[in-house]
Structures are given as structure tokens and as C-alpha cells.
């Protein structure tokens, strides 16, 4: 692969989907590929350059970058641009590229949260390690409880008038503070394209007045982990295999494969059976059921994971019938990490999305 100039698929645009962003003009990939695990400067350079090959060849679009994903922090950033430099700067123009600031990136105390001084300066350095003149989307990472919402939200402005990014959106933001920052946005003249949350099967909070406020708004959404840290694949089925996420990572613990989550787990396997499709290829369709949901936003450790999670996008209807059946399953399993960013007054530990 090394010495191989990369040329794309002539038919990369053939089978995926695309969905309107809200109200805006932009379309994102139904499926769009996270690099938050996967593609730190742990793990091997050339897998990740050709899981990312191969989703721009399926038509995946969206590339979607935080500061401190890695590990270590920064490393994914770096890594992405460097296959970017090698593989798809000639399809600038096809790509959208997205990053967030918020979490721990560097000690002392303009390191993180929601200061201007630290949005912008994140910024810049995200900009160097991957090589670019702009993100397309920048994310504030998580809602800061200790800075006026007005100073991000006037942050996230300053990158879009500077050209250093094309659209503002932000992420784990409750229904109450998104209104807020859309409304600053909105009279400061950037609006506010995008809200990254976690939702899946199992954490299913957005349904809970989030949703409607994006509608409402036209702000687009795209859902993290809609395959519940891992949890809603056929990894766990039979107990918990060596070297899987859970022995190995913070996102995903040993706690959240409580009895209950592992029976409704394989309640949910059996109806993707029924439907023809593996349990992550249903469990993304289903977060993709709601036409108010732009975009899923997966990970993948292989070429063979990515062309599995793909597949969700063969079968994506639901009758009644089995959305039913689902939501006997579909319950709260405990796991939502990141339901402190929403609702917590006081900082919380770096987890990252």
C-alpha cells in the first residue's frame, strides 16, 4: 500500500445514502466514520489508512476527529493527516472533516472546557496536526458549566468568520443549553448546524425532548455511539472474549455487561437474525429509523467491521410489529458516560466521544 498512489472507486457514490443536515445545505453520509478509538499512535498506521481508504471508497464522506482522541491525546489528528496527505488531499473538496474541543488536551487551565482561549488555540492545533486550512465542522466537545455559554458559543463564531472552520456545532448538549447556544449563534449570524450525542438502543436519552428541539430547530443531528460502546454487536453474546474493549478500555465497563443489559442484548441479536442482519447492522438502522437523525457515526477496528456496520444501510425500514418487539428490549442499560456533560454543574473526568 506504501507505494501505491491511491485512486477512489469511479463508483464510491453509488450505494450510500445521503441525508440533508437540518435546514442547512449540507448532506452527510447516513454513516460516517469516527476515529475516536482505533487510530491513536498505539495502533498500526497502515490498518487505519486502509479502513479509511475503503470508507471513502463505500461512499463514506465524513471523517469526524476530536483534539484528544488518540491515545495519546492529538495522535489521531496526526494520523488522520497523514493519510490525508497521502491518500485524499486530492478529494478536499469531496470530504467533510470535523473536530471537537472541550476534554483535558494539555495541563494548566486554558486546557479545556469552553473558554475562547482554549477553543480557538485548540483549534489552530488541530489544524496543524492534520495538515489543513479548515475543518468543516468544529464542535464544542461538551458544555462548560463555569463559562458563560456566550463565550463559546461567540468561539465557535470567531473559527467560522476567521475561515478556519465552515460550520459550528456542538455535542452532549441538553435540549435547555442547545436552545440557548443556537439563539447566541443565531445572533452573532453563524448558526448552529449539528449536535452530536450519544444514542443507541441502549441509551436513549435524546428521545427525550432532544430530538424535538433539532427538529424544531433544523439542527442536524448524528449519533456516537449507536452500537453502545460495542456492546450491541455479537462480541458479548457469549460472555466476555480476551483482548475485547472492555478489558482494555475506559469507555466500556465490565459494570455495563450487567445480567439484565446481556438478556436484552441477545433479545435484540434474535430479531436481527430475524431480520437478516447482524446485531450492529440493526442497531444502526435503528438509530437511523428517525428522520431527524442525519447520520450515524460508527468506529471500526478492521476493514471486515466497517463493511459489517455498512451493511446496516441494506435494510433500514421497521414495521410496528418489530419496533415493538425492540422497545421490550430497548431499555436504559446504565451507560451513558457522557450523561454528566449534559447535566452535571461540576466538572467531571476527560471522556471523550
Not at 92 to 100: G, H, L, Q, Y
Not at 193 to 199: E, F, G, R, V
Not at 206 to 231: H, N, W
Request: net charge neutral.
Amino acid at each position: 500500500m506504501a507505494n501505491t498512489p491511491y485512486v477512489a472507486d469511479d463508483k464510491r457514490y453509488e450505494q450510500m445514502q445521503y441525508r440533508r443536515t437540518g435546514r442547512s445545505g449540507l448532506k452527510l453520509p447516513a454513516i460516517s466514520l469516527g476515529l475516536w478509538h482505533n487510530f491513536g499512535g498505539v495502533d498500526l498506521f497502515e490498518t487505519q489508512r486502509s479502513i479509511v481508504r475503503r470508507a471513502f471508497d463505500l461512499g463514506v464522506t465524513h471523517f469526524d476527529l476530536a483534539n484528544n482522541y488518540g491515545p495519546p491525546p492529538g495522535s489521531a489528528e496526526e494520523n488522520f493527516g497523514a493519510i490525508f496527505a497521502k491518500d485524499l488531499k486530492p478529494y478536499r473538496d469531496e470530504i467533510v472533516i470535523s473536530t471537537k474541543a472541550g476534554y483535558l488536551m494539555w495541563p494548566g487551565p486554558y486546557g479545556e472546557w469552553g473558554s475562547r482561549k482554549y477553543l480557538l488555540a485548540s483549534l489552530d492545533q488541530s489544524l496543524k496536526r492534520m495538515g489543513l486550512e479548515y475543518v468543516d465542522i468544529f464542535y464544542s466537545h461538551r458544555l462548560d458549566p463555569q463559562t458563560p455559554l456566550e463565550e463559546t458559543m461567540s468561539a465557535l463564531d470567531q473559527a467560522v468568520r476567521q475561515g478556519k472552520a465552515l460550520y459550528a456545532g456542538i455535542s452532549s448538549y441538553s435540549p435547555e443549553a442547545t436552545r440557548r447556544a443556537a439563539a447566541i449563534l443565531d445572533e452573532l449570524g453563524t448558526r448552529c448546524l449539528i449536535h452530536q450525542p450519544s444514542y443507541s438502543m441502549l441509551n436513549r436519552w435524546v428521545e427525550d425532548g432532544l430530538l424535538d428541539t433539532l427538529g424544531e430547530l433544523g439542527i442536524g443531528c448524528i449519533a456516537f455511539s449507536p452500537l453502545a460502546q460495542g456492546m450491541l454487536t455479537d462480541k458479548y453474546l457469549k460472555g466476555i472474549p480476551e483482548g475485547s474493549r472492555v478489558t482494555r478500555s475506559d469507555s466500556l465497563s465490565k459494570g455495563f455487561l450487567s445480567q439484565r443489559n446481556l438478556e436484552h442484548i441477545r433479545g435484540l441479536n434474535e430479531i436481527a437474525r430475524g431480520r437478516g442482519q447482524t446485531l450492529a447492522q440493526m442497531a444502526i438502522a435503528w438509530v437511523l429509523r428517525n428522520e431527524r437523525v442525519t447520520s450515524a457515526l460508527i468506529g471500526a477496528r478492521t476493514i471486515e467491521q466497517l463493511e459489517d456496520s455498512l451493511g446496516a444501510l441494506r435494510r433500514v425500514d421497521f414495521d410496528a410489529s418489530t419496533l415493538r418487539q425492540i422497545d421490550q428490549l430497548a431499555t436504559d442499560g446504565g451507560i451513558d458516560i457522557w450523561k454528566s456533560s449534559v447535566r452535571s454543574p461540576t466538572p467531571e473526568p476527560a471522556l471523550s466521544s
